[in-house]
């Protein structure tokens, strides 16, 4: 008899169908639960997600994807990866790594947070590990072995995953004296270490997540690659390695990788471009196992079996031993549409989130060994809608697209003109501060716009609070005394999300929401159809909070490539077309508030640098050529007056610097303050023309930087950029913070950028 297909999953979201780590961990950091209550839920939703999985028939389930916050941080801790700073907070194993991953400052001592960055080409941060000098390496700590435990009580027997060696190489910092090539040894005697203790264990199966092969690897990379999993591999007696991979292809080392003794390999067939390829070409060993990423990890669309199927049987004819699999962890995806319960079923037919996901692992799988599969309902039916007409199409947006000419892209007058131009119109002060425009989301907000989306309010009532709101905010930055105000975001959820519902051609969800970092989850729209704007989004908000001062208010709104990054894109027209479409909603939108006396208008591309390709060969045809131009069809038609902001989080642009510039806006603010500066070089070397505003504090962490730190931060920037070229501003919109600490910073902001100027 044939063996039936099995099915694995790389990764389980864990925040919570309703975010109840979150909540519990919220409540925990504002010491309203004791730590035995937080833990108590962890271990509730880990339950939930290891029976979901196996109640729908999953086989290869994995533990230790749990996470109080991230994931690299937790392996950073189990290979005691913990400087120094940290530790001498001396306080308990659970608070020592919340103070890495969000600073500390109270009774034991005042720390940063560690860096925060994107991870791959997705809207998930983790938390940068840092080594220093005084950090060795060494396997510590029980999480992996106690979550495997508590999975096998349950009687689930699960394979841990653990980010791979050359991945955590790959991204630590070296803050010392010492760079990667130092920590080799030491990082390949803990992971054998972790190996034994899992055979100690009789755990079967290992998972090593190793994303960074899918970036470009030159030849010390694979001989590192080598090194370590020789090594590794060499030693191993009973337990299996499952080599993962996602996000791409690996294709510098696939023919190395199929010759080592790994016993599965897990490739994705959705980003992976030329998995495919790699494996008709070269072959897959017979006797070890594919994991084969065919189902969708980080969209929300259902799988087409027919071509999904057409893969598996080519798979089959080449006698490779499949194992069917999501393309990387679902912690990408919401968790279930059961919750949906105002999109109709017309909608929800054609989507698939973190279970739904798990059930079309389970349908595939049977139907993979039917040879009659053609005549199974469980094709038929999803043969049926993907053959459906999704009426989607606007003809309005397709010709208008159709017309766009070279010159639609280009501003007018050149930018170095604009900016003397824009000095006179504006008045500004030298070295003018501004923030990136969001201010605390407190309750009451929150509470407005739920009671308002509820219809438990009315209209009047919404706005009339929102506009109390904007008055305070006026009121409070005027006494701040910051010089270019914002009106606060109170009207919006998510940047993205927010756009979205105004926009034409976008479904939202209520509840279908991702992690983003640690307890920040967003929970991006659908991209539908064809997208269009039907009416002014923002410009009342705008005006109104105009109305309310003397100094410049600048206007506030999200990007095309951001819009579309933090969204679920369609999969059925190409990325360009749909980011070409959202910037030209959004050029509607500018041409309305600059008509409505808005002189300074941001256009934020948070997720830019997101999205860029994993392989540089890859950058600027399928991305940078027409994002770039995207974001300029955007603020193309304003007056030289107008001055156009843009606004990036992570400064990790120092190798599309050109691109950036290019992006034509007058203004740029970026983060910088969590990183070393480095950007700043950078900007010097290329002759960047653009103004900017690189964050001179971290808003991501509630501590208060004081005046001095922040002269410091702005003395280091003038040594790099020029004084007529710099704005004083936080690192990111400030709606995650409170509204004391907010106060504070900001107060040391402004004094510190007075000083600056008293001795200018
Ligand atoms: N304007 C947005 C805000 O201030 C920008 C947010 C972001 O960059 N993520 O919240
Ligand atoms: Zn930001």
Redesign the pocket.
């Known amino acids: 008899m044939e063996v039936i297909m099995k099915t694995s999953v790389i990764g389980f979201p864990r925040i919570g169908t309703l975010r109840e780590l979150k909540f519990a961990s919220e409540k925990y950091f504002r010491k309203e639960i004791e730590v035995k209550e937080l833990l108590h839920t962890a271990e509730l939703l880990r339950k939930e997600h290891w029976a979901k999985q196996k109640n729908t028939g999953i086989n290869y389930i994995s533990s230790n994807d749990f996470s109080f916050y991230d994931m690299v941080l937790d392996t950073a801790v189990l290979l005691g990866i913990i400087p120094n700073r940290y530790k001498e907070l001396h306080l308990s194993e659970l608070d020592t790594y919340f103070a890495m991953a969000r600073g500390y400052q109270g009774d034991f001592g005042d720390v940063k947070a560690l860096a925060m960055k994107k991870w791959f080409n997705t809207n998930y941060h983790y938390i940068v590990p840092e080594i220093d000098d005084n950090v060795s390496i060494k396997l510590s700590g029980n999480k992996i072995w106690n979550e495997y435990a508590e999975a096998k009580e349950q009687g689930i027997e699960t394979k841990p995953v653990v980010i791979g060696a050359y991945t955590m190489l790959k991204l630590c910092r070296y803050t010392g004296k010492q760079s990667a090539e130092n920590y080799v040894e030491a990082m390949i005697k803990a992971y054998r270490e972790l190996i034994e203790k899992c055979e100690e264990n009789q755990i079967s199966w290992i998972q090593f997540d190793e994303p960074s092969l899918v970036q470009d690897m030159n030849k010390k990379d694979i001989e590192l690659f080598h090194k370590i999993y020789d090594n590794l591999l060499t030693s191993i007696k009973t337990s299996k390695v499952l080599l993962q991979t996602y996000f791409g292809d690996i294709r510098d080392v696939y023919l190395d990788l199929i010759k080592m003794p790994f016993a599965g390999i897990g490739l994705d067939f959705i980003e992976g471009k030329e998995t495919y390829n790699l494996i008709k070409e070269y072959g897959f060993p017979k006797d070890k196992l594919l994991f084969a990423g065919l189902i969708n990890g980080k969209n929300i669309w259902k799988n087409h079996y027919e071509e999904t199927l057409k893969i598996l049987s080519s798979l089959k004819d080449k006698e490779i031993q499949t194992v069917l699999s999501t393309s990387c962890s679902l912690l990408h995806v919401p968790y279930t549409l059961n919750h949906e319960e105002k999109l109709s079923q017309d909608y929800l037919s054609y989507f698939s989130f973190a279970e739904e996901k798990l059930v079309e692992l389970k349908e595939l799988s049977i139907l993979a060994n039917d040879n009659d599969y053609h005549k199974n309902d469980l094709y038929q039916r999803n043969t049926a809608l993907f053959a459906r007409d999704r009426k989607c199409d606007n003809d309005e947006v397709k010709n208008r697209l159709a017309g766009i000419i070279e010159n639609d892209y280009i501003r007018l007058p050149i930018r170095s003109e604009r900016q003397s131009v824009q000095k006179k119109a504006l008045g500004l002060p030298e070295f003018p501060t501004t923030?990136?425009?969001?201010?605390p989301q407190t309750k009451d907000v929150k509470a407005n716009r739920s009671a308002f989306r509820r219809s438990e309010i009315s209209k009047q009532e919404y706005v009339a609070f929102n506009q109390k709101k904007i008055a305070e905010c006026v009121k409070w930055q005027e006494e701040i005394g910051l010089d270019v105000l914002?009106h606060g975001?109170y009207e919006?959820n998510d940047?993205a999300e927010y756009f979205g519902e105004a926009l034409g051609g976008f479904l939202f969800t209520e509840k279908a929401w991702v992690q983003s970092y640690g307890t920040r989850c967003v929970k991006p729209p659908i991209i539908w159809g064809d997208v269009y704007r039907e009416k002014p989004i923002t410009v009342e908000w705008s005006t109104y909070a105009q109305s309310l001062t003397q100094k410049i208010m600048k206007g506030?709104l999200?990007g095309p490539v951001?819009i579309l990054n933090w969204s679920f894109p369609r999969e059925d027209i190409s990325i360009k077309e749909s980011i070409s479409q959202i910037a030209l909603a959004i050029r509607d939108e500018v041409l309305d508030l600059e008509a409505s006396k808005i002189k300074v208008i941001?256009i934020?591309e948070?997720?830019l640098r997101e999205k860029l390709p994993l392989r540089k060969s890859d950058w600027y045809t399928e991305y940078l050529d027409f994002a770039i131009p995207a974001f300029r069809l955007t603020h193309s038609g304003v007056k030289p007056e107008t001055q156009i902001h843009t606004?990036?989080?992570y400064s990790e642009f120092t190798d599309i610097i050109s691109a950036i510039d290019d992006m034509d806006a007058d203004v740029i603010t970026f983060e910088a303050s969590r990183s070393d500066l480095q950007i700043l070089d950078s900007l010097r070397e290329n002759n960047f023309e653009t103004e900017v505003g690189p964050g001179v504090y971290d808003i991501h962490s509630p501590r208060v930087p004081s005046i001095e730190e922040i002269v410091n931060a702005i003395n280091i920037m003038l040594t790099k950029i020029n004084k007529d070229k710099l704005w004083i501003n936080p690192d990111?919109?400030?709606?995650t913070r409170a509204i004391p600490e907010t106060n504070a910073s900001l107060k040391n902001m402004v004094k510190a950028t007075k000083q600056i100027r008293s001795k200018s």
Do not use: N, P, Y
């Not at 923030?435 to 201010?439: A, C, V």
């Not at 990111?732 to 709606?735: E, N, S």
């Open positions: 923030t990136i425009g969001s201010f914002v975001e919006r940047m506030m999200t951001t941001q934020d948070a997720a606004h990036m989080c990111c919109g400030l709606k």
